[in-house]
């Protein structure tokens, strides 16, 4: 008897599913970055910076892109996930970074299971347990589906159009000053390079880095013939992420412009309420509760997708694995209410070693394993933007490793 529950990953021959699977591969990175943490920190350095944030984003997009690109060109024209290229540079490498992933997605997952129940309370008022329960059994129905991986495509390109449209409608209305916004995007008045630092890892750290490009090769979308798909996929799914931390930057800044302080303890939906009342409220919660799912769908997929090619068994039983992992991750949240802080510390510190790790591996691979790539020849100009984004994610390391003194106060 076959399993139900085994993702269907095959390539389809149809050019129309093939794009579907590509599409899907992009969202599933884009909303995978596009989680509560993502809302928060936008709401929070928004009322911070004001228009100066502006500049923040822009510097954060293109570093992403840069990430981004090497990410999916070493994996993509290789046709090998992250941690089969890490064991083959490194002996144990791979063993090393799917550790590190899978311990960073459970936790973190946690997490977006608690911000689909707060997004159900602020949108149809459901208690928080509730909501959280609700949600991660929606998010098991779509793994227990005959054919979960187009589900899976489906429902990330739906959910991120619905953001987007959502939180477009809210900056429009909130009237931010465009002016000041664009003046800041290019000379802005104040740089904070801590905000930057924090919303790069925010975007390409952890799981996050490799979603789409592991969704990707998946799909069926590898080699060397394939790079202009790869590049547009990787690029686009980075612009996705950018546009919507740009609108919800403008949705925000439209009113702490207007002088309005937001809370403290929940800024993000005060900011909402006060653009449009209760129906602000809800439609914050639509907005939460879609980015937390997706959040949930791609820390799920790409923490199993770690797994998968160390044992036979673990590609057979693949969706039952990724159940599982939803499964868990619900049980403790509604086990402890929220998620642990601590946990919360270690894992952000575990996931600011896997990018630089991670891409260190990967831009090995690029420069001296051209066998592993079948023989591509590998852009200087990429393989130089990669060396200088991995600089920049050491930096970032350092940083998440410094939290951990957090643990021991």
Do not use: C
């Not at 998620?339 to 690029?366: E, H, M, Q, S």
């Amino acid at each position: 008897m076959t399993d139900r529950t085994t993702l269907d990953t095959s390539p389809s021959p149809a050019s129309s599913s093939r794009r579907g699977a590509v599409a899907g591969a992009m969202f599933l990175m884009a909303t995978s970055a596009i989680g509560p943490g993502f809302i928060t920190q936008t709401t929070v350095f928004t009322a911070r910076l004001g228009a100066a944030f502006a500049f923040a984003i822009v510097v954060s997009v293109l570093v992403d892109i840069a990430i981004q690109l090497n990410v999916w060109r070493v994996v993509g024209v290789s046709g090998r996930r992250a941690q089969d290229l890490g064991n083959r540079v490194v002996p144990g490498g791979g063993y090393a970074l799917a550790a590190l992933d899978v311990f960073g997605g459970l936790v973190f997952n946690i997490g977006n299971i608690a911000g689909t129940a707060l997004g159900l309370n602020a949108l149809l008022g459901l208690d928080v347990k509730a909501g959280g329960a609700l949600s991660a059994l929606a998010a098991i129905a779509i793994f227990l589906s005959r054919r979960a991986g187009v589900a899976m495509d489906r429902i990330v390109v739906v959910l991120g159009a619905v953001m987007i449209v959502m939180t477009l409608y809210v900056a429009i209305v909130s009237g931010p000053p465009l002016g000041d916004a664009l003046r800041e995007g290019v000379a802005p008045g104040e740089v904070d390079l801590l905000v930057i630092t924090t919303l790069i890892g925010g975007t390409v750290g952890g799981y996050i880095t490799y979603a789409g490009a592991h969704r990707m090769i998946e799909s069926g979308v590898t080699g060397p013939g394939r790079v202009a798909e790869i590049n547009r996929a990787a690029v686009t799914g980075v612009l996705v992420t950018g546009l919507m931390r740009v609108l919800l930057f403008l949705a925000v800044l439209g009113v702490v412009a207007g002088g309005v302080r937001l809370a403290e303890d929940n800024p993000a939906p005060s900011a909402f309420e006060h653009v449009s009342g209760e129906a602000g409220l809800r439609v914050f919660g639509l907005i939460m509760w879609s980015a937390a799912i997706t959040s949930v769908i791609g820390a799920s997929y790409t923490s199993v997708s770690f797994l998968v090619s160390f044992a036979p068994w673990v590609e057979r039983h693949r969706g039952r694995l990724v159940v599982a992992f939803i499964a868990v991750s619900a049980v403790i949240y509604l086990a402890i209410g929220t998620t642990p802080a601590k946990l919360l510390v270690l894992a952000g510190a575990l996931n600011g070693l896997i990018l630089p790790f991670g891409l260190a591996v990967l831009l090995w691979a690029a420069a001296r394993r051209r066998d592993l790539l079948g023989g591509y020849r590998y852009p200087a100009w990429l393989l130089g933007i990669g060396i200088a984004a991995w600089l920049l994610s050491l930096y970032l390391g350092w940083n998440a490793l410094s939290g951990l003194d957090d643990l021991w106060k």
